[in-house]
């Protein structure tokens, strides 16, 4: 059996453009999505903490220490530049694999540098990071 695992994150990063013209996708800034093993065109999932839209799209490569999260296409009807929002992938892993698994969590600072790299525990009780 396979499960679909949550695989990494780019936590309360701040948008920093939107492109309604624009075909579609987010751009991330290179070292974010280093930082978060996403590689360009992978599924993610974009969830704005400021006014709760939830989205998917793809990820493209934005310049590296720029520290741009660019909504583009039609989602930028719906996340808007200034918003904080978690980029999020998951992954399929087999059952073995599943049961030591460790997601990646990247913690970004006001300009959405990398500011702490680690792996997300077992869930315990509510937490605020």
Same mark, same amino acid.
Request: with cysteine.
């Given at each position: 059996?396979?499960?679909?695992?949550?695989?990494?994150?780019?936590?309360?990063?701040? #948008?920093?453009?939107?492109?309604?013209?624009? $075909?579609?996708? @987010?751009?991330?800034?290179?070292?974010?999505? $280093?930082?978060?093993?996403?590689?360009?065109?992978?599924?993610?999932?974009?969830?704005? &903490?400021?006014?709760?839209?939830?989205?998917?799209?793809?990820?493209?490569?934005?310049?590296?220490?720029s520290?741009?999260?660019c909504?583009?296409?039609?989602?930028?009807?719906?996340?808007?530049?200034?918003?904080?929002?978690?980029?999020?992938?998951?992954?399929? #892993? $087999? $059952?073995?694999?599943?049961?030591?698994?460790?997601?990646?969590? &990247?913690? #970004?600072?006001?300009?959405?540098?990398?500011?702490? @790299?680690?792996?997300?525990? #077992?869930?315990?009780?509510?937490?605020?990071?």
């Amino acid at each position: 059996m396979r499960r679909s695992l949550f695989k990494s994150k780019i936590h309360r990063a701040r #948008v920093t453009q939107a492109d309604v013209d624009y $075909e579609g996708s @987010v751009t991330i800034d290179a070292n974010l999505m $280093e930082a978060a093993d996403i590689i360009p065109f992978e599924r993610v999932h974009v969830w704005d &903490v400021t006014n709760g839209a939830r989205l998917e799209t793809y990820a493209i490569r934005g310049d590296a220490g720029s520290g741009v999260i660019c909504i583009n296409g039609a989602a930028a009807h719906l996340i808007h530049p200034g918003d904080l929002v978690i980029i999020a992938t998951f992954a399929e #892993v $087999e $059952e073995a694999e599943a049961r030591q698994w460790k997601p990646r969590v &990247v913690l #970004v600072d006001d300009k959405n540098r990398a500011r702490a @790299v680690g792996v997300d525990e #077992v869930p315990g009780p509510q937490r605020r990071s």
